[in-house]
């Protein structure tokens, strides 16, 4: 089955940046795809069915190493409340 290829915004991609932690490169704890937390926000279609595509490299939070949408990434378990 082919895929769907989804261009996502910049927008979208900051949002997906504030959702994690830190890339593989400085998180052992790192094991899941940036793709995946992308997808978390956009659920239109199942996940095995889209590939998406990154306008500009995301980057970590922590090394600010550049991400893309293969990069293992450590998500942020609990978000701080807003002020």
């Known amino acids: 089955m082919d895929k769907l290829l989804v261009a996502v915004s910049q927008a979208a991609v900051t949002q997906a940046e504030l959702a994690i932690e830190a890339c593989h490169r400085c998180s052992e704890q790192a094991d899941i795809s940036f793709s995946r937390v992308l997808h978390s926000f956009r659920r ?39 002020s």
């Open 44 to 82: 239109n279609y199942a996940e095995h069915q889209v590939e998406y595509i990154l306008p500009v490299l995301a980057q970590c939070p922590t090394c600010w190493a550049d991400i893309d949408e293969n990069t293992i990434v450590k998500v942020i378990k609990t978000r701080p409340a807003r």
